[in-house]
T-cell receptor
Framework: DVKVTQSSRYLVKRTGEKVFLECVQD?????MFWYRQDPGLGLRLIYF???????EKGDIPEGYSVSREKKERFSLILESASTNQTSMYLC????????????FGPGTRLTVT | AQTVTQSQPEMSVQEAETVTLSCTYD???????LFWYKQPPSRQMILVIR??????QNATENRFSVNFQKAAKSFSLKISDSQLGDAAMYFC????????????FGKGTHLIIQP
């Protein structure tokens, strides 16, 4: 089975802190994604990557950056966390050859105080 | 902007009955795939069913089936013989192009199963 893991289920950070959310997949997938989930808004794409060291902005990239130094790992970085970044963050991966096999991690609920 | 609309924020159904969740979408692409995802309280997103836009036949997975109306850009999910384990948030989504652009999601429908 494909497994996508995220470094934390729950995270509490202070305003202004630099925050790293880590995602690792074990199926050699080329594509990786970061989504943000908020009640009443569904999931929105923050950033995605289709290869090592490659990244593309999604729908809401402001205030975020990403890093993909290795194929299996995709990190989401909040350079200076703000309270409006309190949310659920979901990572997903998919193989390049497939248009629909996106596999999701369990999510990280981030609270910024 | 490309969008997905789920007009029912919450639905309730008696156990063993049938419920239909609605979804409409708007894309100018001709090549796309449609999905229904389930997110139970555990938060793990689970793919329920998918539909290739070029296929006319509606997809079916056990108790889950879709009514895909391409011209109307409608993609509803029917759950037959509802079970308590079906209680979850359900998200409609689509993906276009080469698949590396990410999914576009609706806002979700909270499905409640009444015992």
């Amino acid at each position: 089975d494909v497994k996508v893991t995220q470094s934390s289920r729950y995270l509490v950070k202070r305003t202004g802190e630099k925050v790293f959310l880590e995602c690792v997949q074990d199926m050699d997938h080329e594509n990786m994604f970061w989504y943000r989930q908020d009640p009443g808004l569904g999931l929105r794409l923050i950033y995605f990557s289709y290869d090592v060291k490659m990244k593309e902005k999604g729908d809401i990239p402001e205030g975020y950056s990403v890093s993909r130094e290795k194929k299996e790992r995709f990190s989401l970085i909040l350079e200076s966390a703000s309270t409006n970044q309190t949310s659920m963050y979901l990572c997903a991966s998919s193989p390049r050859a497939s248009l629909y096999e996106q596999y999701f991690g369990p999510g990280t609920r981030l609270t910024v105080t | 902007a490309q969008t997905v609309t789920q007009s029912q924020p919450e639905m309730s159904v008696q156990e063993a009955e049938t419920v239909t969740l609605s979804c409409t979408y708007d894309t100018s692409e001709s090549d796309y795939y449609l999905f229904w995802y389930k997110q139970p309280p555990s938060r793990q997103m689970i793919l329920v069913i998918r539909q290739e836009a070029y296929k006319q036949q509606n997809a079916t997975e056990n108790r889950f089936s879709v009514n895909f109306q391409k011209a109307a850009k409608s993609f509803s999910l029917k759950i037959s013989d509802s079970q308590l384990g079906d209680a979850a948030m359900y998200f409609c989504a689509y993906i276009t192009g080469g698949g590396a652009d990410g999914l576009t999601f609706g806002k979700g429908t909270h499905l409640i199963i009444q015992p």
